[in-house]
């Protein structure tokens, strides 16, 4: 490889880690690279970016190049570091874990909002996964050398995940999560009135072509740019504004609620990467846009919790199925909307 690293002789791709790899999409506008990388790297930082150009740790199409590179159409951007991604490198940590329920096959979980479920993208401590290798040992890897995870959900999403304690029980899981025989719900608070009782969401999801940090749906002649997904939904309780909805999960794509609902028309309430933070139904009253900075204030996230999980033992084969409770912040937003809705009939 040339060096052209503007402060000396690159090392070798060898020596190097690959920390990210994007494709720019055939229609890219040229775009300045460190730019390009704010859309892509979650968590990433402007300065940060540009240290890593300065370092020489940004190539595209396997030459370094400076923060001012014009990123073009099909133009391959790696990041590389001479230390393996962070995420590989697990450390145990005593953190609390909400226990479910728990035998020597599975493990089921209620996880709090704000915590990750496995290190990577700028979270590299105080995820689920540091915290189950402190409290329990050998767990089996999954395919990502992952240990137990056998699904997982958002950093800001409330709710139930079963974790595998065995190889057995990890192959079991698996199965049933890729054959779609598990049940999952969510509750949701989504912005607008939803008019169908119920309805089915069905929308491959692939990554947007422009911000790599959200997914999308793609239709038609692009359908083959995503991945096959399907949302049922119904109406719980109408809020005015906005509607508290279950989702039943018929496949498991990331971001599959977030992106569904935003794709017919209710994005999640105070889902900040699909801008549900901002207000999208009602007034234009100065009141009611602080009603809505304290619904914001009181939940601070996406409005989305994982209430329902239900799966076969990997050893008994009996069906198994929980609940957890919607967490006090969602509630006590929904109650807050409950009340503006009743004063505003």
Known sequence: MEETSPIGPEPQDDELYEH???????????????????????????????????????????KVVKQNYKVKGNDVVRVLFEHPPYEYLLTPQDLPIDIVYEDDAVLVVNKAAGMVVHPGHGNYSGTLINALIYHFENLPNNSSDRPGLVHRIDKDTSGLLVIAKTEHAMTHLSKQFFDKSTEREYVAIVWGNVEED?????????????????????????????????THYKVLERLGYVT???????????????????????????????????????TSFSKYKQFVDNCFKILPRQALHAKTLGFV?????????????????????????KGYATHQQ
């Open 20 to 62: 990210y790899s994007f494709t720019a999409s055939e229609g890219q506008e040229p775009l300045r690279v460190d730019k390009f990388l704010m859309n892509f790297v979650e968590n990433a930082t402007r300065n940060k970016i540009q240290k890593a150009a300065k370092s020489g740790s940004i190539q595209v199409n396997g």
């Open 198 to 230: 119920e309805g089915t969401i069905e929308g491959n999801i692939g990554r947007h072509p422009k911000n790599r940090l959200q997914n999308t749906v793609y239709k038609d002649d692009e359908a083959g740019l995503g991945k096959h997904a399907v």
């Open 244 to 282: 508290l909805v279950a989702c039943k999960l018929e496949t498991g794509r990331t971001h599959q609620i977030r992106v569904h609902m935003k794709y017919i028309g209710h994005t999640l309430f105070n889902d900040e990467r699909y801008g549900g933070n901002a207000i999208l139904k009602g």
């Open 313 to 337: 033992h990997p050893t008994t084969g009996e069906l198994m199925r929980f609940e957890a409770p919607i967490p006090e912040d969602m509630t006590a937003c929904i109650a807050k909307w």
